[in-house]
């Protein structure tokens, strides 16, 4: 059973471009989290996703940053006209369902905008 | 707002000696998460604390909880160089939720 992928696990975009962020959850899970952390930082909570709902998304900035988890294909996060401090690795986790199931993270996208 | 803070953020040990880290937290949690990281890697799940007096050992890291306290522990024990990493604490408030994370404790053990 693979785990949690993610893709690209390196971008690189000039100031102004559009970064996507792919996320293929666990097999049988339909639970996605995206979390971005700071150089330095620990990973803050961006966004909640099921299957075609976005179920919290109290963590993502208001503008430029959108996610989906559409009913076929991966989870995308997108963030449009990239700026210097959306440098940083973005993580994805998933879990089977919603009862306190443990999230497993991927090996994250390190985004770098220069 | 549940704020979670570890201490220390930075540990630096010689191989062989003990030494424990602090995850406190601000609200009422249904469970606790450790998890380490190494640089430029992901998270890897260390423990899951699920109760009030909970503790779990694996190798040389022992994890407990105390729901009362609003307090967790990552004791380390005997430490060697393999243990460098960041460690971090993940209090999970809500069932299948989001997590938030404490800050990090970035531990070196030197030979």
């Known amino acids: 059973n693979a785990g949690v992928m993610q893709n690209p696990r390196h971008l690189v975009r000039r100031r102004g471009q559009e970064a996507r962020l792919r996320c293929s959850p666990m097999?049988?899970?339909?639970?996605v989290y995206w979390y971005r952390q700071l150089p330095e930082e620990g990973l803050k909570f961006m966004v909640y996703?099921?299957?075609?709902?976005?179920?919290?998304e109290s963590g993502m900035p208001k503008e430029r940053f959108s996610a989906e988890f559409p009913k076929e294909g991966p989870s995308i996060l997108r963030i449009q006209q990239v700026v210097r401090g959306d440098s940083a690795a973005y993580f994805c986790?998933?879990?089977?369902?919603?009862?306190?199931?443990?999230?497993?993270f991927g090996p994250g996208t390190r985004l770098t905008v220069t | 707002e549940l704020k979670v803070e570890q201490n220390p953020l930075f540990l630096s040990m010689q191989e062989g000696k003990n030494y424990t880290i602090y995850c406190n937290y601000s609200?009422?949690?249904?469970?606790l998460y450790w998890y380490r990281q190494d640089p430029g890697k992901s998270l890897e799940s260390l423990f899951v604390?699920?109760?009030?007096?909970a503790v779990k050992q694996e190798g040389r890291l022992m994890a407990s909880l105390d729901t009362k306290a609003r307090l967790s522990t990552l004791h380390i024990t005997a430490a060697v160089h393999d243990l460098s990493a960041t460690y971090f604490c993940?209090?999970?408030?809500?069932?299948?939720?989001?997590?938030?994370f404490g800050e990090g404790t970035q531990l070196t053990v030197n030979p």
């Open positions: 986790a998933s879990s089977p369902n919603r009862n306190g199931d443990e999230q497993y």
């Open positions: 097999k049988g899970h339909s639970h």
């Open positions: 996703l099921q299957k075609e709902n976005i179920i919290d």
């Open positions: 609200t009422t949690s249904d469970r």
């Open positions: 604390l699920l109760s009030n007096g």
């Open positions: 993940a209090v999970d408030m809500t069932s299948g939720s989001r997590l938030t």
